[in-house]
């Protein structure tokens, strides 16, 4: 017997939100859509539409910065009440 369906909430973009909360992906501006963000996530967070980055999966953010850090262009910003410092093992 198939579990139960899972439902994924998506980001009103326009306000910044997931319900309530504060998203930690505060905004893609200036995207050139490279896609680099979108292979980076581990989380599948950010996708493609019509050629640039969107925030689909607000919720599933694990606040790795990857997509920040792999953008060649710095067009993703994080919210700063959301997010951690970024932590490298190379010192």
Not at 17 to 38: D, F, H
Not at 51 to 67: E, F, N, S
Request: hydrophobic content about 35%; aromatic content about 4%; charged content about 20%.
């Amino acid at each position: 017997m198939p579990g139960p369906s899972v439902k994924r909430k998506t980001a009103n973009i326009r306000h910044n939100t997931v319900g309530e909360r504060a998203m930690t992906i505060k905004s893609i501006n200036g995207c050139i859509g490279c896609g680099e963000c979108v292979k980076s996530c581990p989380c599948d967070v950010i996708r493609m539409d019509r050629g640039k980055a969107v925030i689909t999966y607000p919720a599933d953010c694990q606040i790795c910065h990857l997509c920040r850090m792999y953008c060649p262009v710095d067009a993703i910003e994080m919210s700063p009440e959301k997010s951690i410092p970024v932590i490298v093992p190379w010192g």
